[in-house]
């Protein structure tokens, strides 16, 4: 899909300075971060997403950041700008945690970091819930089955190098289906510290009691809750490989 441009310089003025200094900024607060924008290469900003904020469109918002996609050079980026009422005093932390998973091949990739904003990887596709409403004939339940397959595989991954990314609960945020593969996304609430439950919590959401596990229900039966809580709990003790392949194995995958 073809996006259209504005120049950062822009941004100096409103309704667009309520994008880079948001919730509320002060003029020099403004001015400071377009000039941060500049040395992070980023020339432009387009305006368009899923989420709004007045009447302008972006990719998504949560309680550290916006999340835009702007151009550097000539490549498309999602861009992460810190909320003026964060809690974070910056974002390096964040991409600390997101350079680590990319490191076992999960999440957008890492390119740049500053004080207030993140440059990753821009994920053309769709929320995971918007998906699978939209699932439907010939190839559906194989097509669900490889990419919730794949989404499990990239949890496994994370439980094995114990870290926990904290919001699976909720997939229709965090998880993005595109074309040729879905990804894991937005790691503000990841900890190394914490003991990690991603495969057990995105189980859960997938196949336990959510608006998501009936539409999955519909396209291919899965197995009862009692089963799928039995396989959880023996994972849950030991997260061994051979304990998730039966959790693949029960749940059909």
Known sequence: MEHSFISVKKFVDEPYSKIIGYPKATSRQIK????????????????TG???LGNLGILGKGYVGVVVIAKRGNKEIALKIRRTDSPRKGMKDESVLLKLVNSVNVGPKMFDVSKNF???????????????TLLKGIGSARKLKSTIRDVLEDCYRLDQMGFDHGELSNISKHVIVGKTKATLIDFESSSTERRPSNVTSITQAFFIGSGNARKIQKIYKNPSKGKIIEHLKLYKQEKTRENFDNLLKILKL
């Open 32 to 47: 400071s971060r377009i000039s941060e924008l500049e040395k992070l290469k980023i020339r432009s900003i387009s305006l």
């Open 50 to 52: 899923p989420t709004t």
């Open 118 to 132: 993140l440059v990753m990887e821009y994920l053309e596709g769709e929320k995971f819930s918007d998906w699978v």
